[in-house]
């Protein structure tokens, strides 16, 4: 199923078009043919207007990848001709702190439904480790009739956007990849590699790269709640915490707070 040229034949499938969706359509739009789809008509009416409201993307940049290789839709057969799916649904948490997998789940389901023989599905949604594999490929088995890792491959390469951010671009942000099998992982590699300028990171598994998710926003968040604790002693000490944060950044090894 897979040979040299197959990276040259990709049509990408790019389902949820937020603030992470969007500049993986635009951005894969500069070397590939890309259906970028969302559920919600009102974003996609705007986006083919040239407008997004995430303002993530330019609206010149938006007009200039839809007049080339872009196609924005809310209608699923127009994914049908894709063979590489890239799912950037948003994964919430309930009140109890577990995590909602429906929107993923439901995405998965429609991705299934146009599943062909050598497709390849990759996500990009922050889940726990497992959730790919144990959660997902059940569903996309199940609903497209084929087999895993004979007939359909997966992938997952965790999203490291960071909103409103110009300067740590898609682009420039180096991609970790994996892939189901050691040739789907080399080749889900490939394809990121060609479009990030900084290069890629091919992780030994899935769940490896699943878990470098987690401890990514688990280390984001520590430094947000350790900060803000700072910033309250700072400020009845009457001292300025981004002083404190540039005087301290000086160590070679100290980690640089930055908002965000």
Known sequence: ILNRDMIKNVKIGVIGLGYVGLPVSVLFSNKYEVVG??????RVDALNQFNDITLEISNHKLENALNTNLTISNIPSDLQS????????????????TPDLRPLESATKAVAKLLSIGDVVVYESTVYPGCTEEICVPILEKESSLKFNQE????YSPERINPGD??????????????????????????????ISVGTFKASSIRVAEA???????????????V???????NKLKIDTTEVLEAASTKW???QFKPG
């Open 37 to 42: 789809f969302d559920t919600n008509k009102n």
């Open 82 to 97: 894709c063979n590489f799916y890239i799912i950037t649904v948003p994964t919430p948490i309930f009140e109890n702190k």
């Open 152 to 155: 359909f491959y997966c992938g």
């Open 166 to 195: 110009k300067e740590h671009t898609l682009d420039k942000i180096v991609k970790v990849t994996s892939g189901s099998t050691d040739k789907i992982a080399s080749f889900v590699d490939s394809v990121y590699n060609s479009i």
């Open 212 to 226: 470098a998710k987690v401890i990514e926003n688990a280390q984001r968040d520590i430094n947000i709640a350790f």
């Open 228 to 234: 803000n604790e700072l910033s309250m002693i700072f």
């Open 253 to 255: 090894n100290f980690l």
